[in-house]
Nanobody, 119 residues
Framework: QVQLVESGGGLVQSGGSLRLSCAASERIIRVNTMGWYRQAPGKSRELVAA???????DHVDSVKGRFTISRDNADNFLYLRMNSLKPEDTAVYYCNTVPPLKLRGSDYWGQGTQVTVSS
């Protein structure tokens, strides 16, 4: 069974913080590079942070120094700590493998979690 369940989003003021969580199926999170993606209104989905199975991380330039991706392989969770949030961080955030999972030929996505940053 495939499980990618995101949570932790919400409405926050500019400069605030949030921590996103992703509950993933064990067989997915333990063997794959995982990532957080986001999709802002009218824009394409983008990968903002990734973490390998053994913990190497990378973050897109626009979030470097503000966001931190981490994982807990024992409990099958992926996290994204977001500090110093800006209005341009407003988006629906998704967790997935890197590249995204495919089921029956199409990318599989969870429901995502909405992050809204007010100015």
């Amino acid at each position: 069974q495939v499980q990618l369940v995101e949570s932790g989003g919400g409405l926050v003021q500019s400069g605030g913080s949030l921590r996103l969580s992703c509950a993933a199926s064990e067989r997915i999170i333990r063997v794959n590079t995982m990532g957080w993606y986001r999709q802002a209104p009218g824009k394409s989905r983008e990968l903002v942070a990734a973490i390998t199975r053994i913990g190497y991380t990378d973050h897109v330039d626009s979030v470097k120094g503000r966001f931190t991706i981490s994982r807990d392989n024992a409990d099958n969770f992926l996290y994204l700590r977001m500090n110093s949030l800006k209005p341009e961080d407003t988006a629906v955030y998704y967790c997935n493998t890197v590249p995204p999972l495919k089921l029956r030929g199409s990318d599989y996505w969870g429901q995502g979690t909405q992050v809204t940053v007010s100015s």
